[in-house]
């Protein structure tokens, strides 16, 4: 065959494959308000930067009926490409082709760009919207999903990894979005669940749909599973790449600068007059955050799940940190179950890419109750010393009002090595708060007054002036400075740069036994 019929045969191959599926099952895919795998490597990457591995390869079984011919890419497309300029690997199943049925081609597909991820240290993200394993290729599959598993926890602090969920994603196949550190989820079109509403009427004789069991809302705000949702596609792959302009490429790296365009020495005279006076009275930490902060770059991870603390990226002076904050606006910004997990996490993952941390606490403490002692609150609030106690990043700290009890302790803590303590002046530090404090101290000298009420006020407004003011705290090196509010956003660059070339020395030791 001459050179040019061989030419116009790849070209012929290639645009059979970068068709997928047939035009039927890509109008149906258009239909229900979904892109197909290319149209969102497309829109996710730099125009014109993708770089196709693996097009041609495909499945070797011919069981029921499945037909090599006919899956073109395997059910999956895969490559790298850029991202405002960075690198990134990208795997994107492609619904049209078999429903972007896990299979073991396709596992060695994605298994092979994860490796490559790996060894060149970029992020990866995989663009999900499949029916599962491919059921024809029976264990084949099933060992497709190990393999993947298997690189993925490997991957695990090393390179980030991203979950969007673009389509269903049931049964195993939800493990691998699960062990990665983001998962992205698009409303009415994404589902992520072990066993569909059939199985559980089979089996429980609940009545439950696809949203109430895994839809966005479900796991964006009950289970957690979901770290941002979006109303749709493009604006899921949007938000993709505003999270990766937080990140490094991997765990070597510091993450991304920035010019600044915000005046590092701007005040906030508002910050002064943001907490109420009054310990019972809210107000949104989030207000804190934006003003702190370079101006517009806050973005929030988790935003709908456990509101009583608050997490995410930010830049301080073109630099990124990650913040984590109590919100006295829910629940007065007390620690639980989902709290802590959320906290400890997020905390986790800033230690591992090098992204240092700035604490905000207002907590009156840790949430009481049968449900959350049953439901494991010492375990789960562990969580949050372990996570915050093996963190090397640069540790700052600012409390703005309560600091109570455990809950002063586990959120970043001077002697749990946090490097930099700062305290408004509203902040009290304390085991817990004046009224139950005299309560327990005063317990013998109140019964035997004859003026309980007026005893009782003189007693907690003693406890006020001796722990309720951060000067205490101050002269016994507990909180390094007391600051105006204002004065935040100056303080904390200040300290930043000099905390920037930290250096730490963790003991030997294969890894610790964080309370899971």
Known sequence: MATHDLNEDLLRRREAIEQGGEPAAIAKQHAKGKLTARERVDRLLDPGSFEEVDRYITHRHTAFGLDRKRCPGDSVVVGFGWVDGHKIAVAAQD???????????????????????????????????SVGARIQEGVWSLAGYSELFWRNTQASGVIPQISVMLGPCAGGSVYSPGLTDFVVMTERISHMFITGPEVIKTVTGEEVDFDTLGGAQTHASRSGVAHFVAADED????????????????????????????????????????????????????????????????????????????????????????????????????LDIDASDKIARFVRFCDAFNVPLVTFVDCPGFMPGTIQEHGGIIRHGAKIVYA???????????????????AYIVLSSK??????????????????????????LYRKQL??????????????????????????????????????????????????????????????????????
């Open 95 to 129: 619904f049209t082709v078999i429903g972007g049925s896990f299979s073991e081609v396709q596992a060695q597909k994605v298994c092979k760009m994860l490796d490559l991820a790996l060894g060149s240290g970029v992020p990866f993200v995989a663009l999900n919207d």
């Open 235 to 334: 604006r899921a792959l949007a938000l993709t790449r505003r999270l990766l302009s937080y990140l490094p490429s991997n765990n070597a790296e510091s993450p991304p600068r920035v010019e600044p365009t915000d005046d590092p020495a701007r005040t906030e005279p508002a910050l002064d007059t943001l907490v109420p006076p009054e310990g019972s009275r809210s107000y949104d930490i989030r207000e804190a955050i934006t003003r702190v902060f370079d101006r517009g770059s806050f973005f929030e991870v988790h935003a709908r799940f456990a509101p009583n603390a608050v997490v995410g990226f930010a830049r301080l002076h073109g630099e990124v940190v990650g913040v984590v904050a109590n919100q006295p606006a829910h629940l007065a910004g007390v």
């Open 388 to 406: 915050y106690s093996e963190a090397t990043v640069p540790k700052i700290c600012v409390v703005t009002r309560k600091a109570y009890g455990g």
């Open 415 to 440: 002697y749990i090595r946090t490097d930099l303590v700062y305290a408004w002046p509203t902040a009290e530090i304390a085991v817990m708060g004046a009224e139950g404090a005299v309560n327990i």
């Open 447 to 516: 019964k035997e007054v004859e003026n309980p009420e007026e005893v009782r006020a003189q007693f907690i407004a003693g406890f006020q002036e001796q722990f309720g003011s951060p000067y205490a705290a101050a002269s016994s090196g507990h909180v390094d400075d007391v600051i105006l509010p204002s004065e935040t956003r100056g303080k904390l660059i200040a300290a930043l740069d000099f905390l920037r070339d930290k250096q730490a020395t963790p003991l030997p030791k294969k890894h610790g036994n964080m309370p899971l």
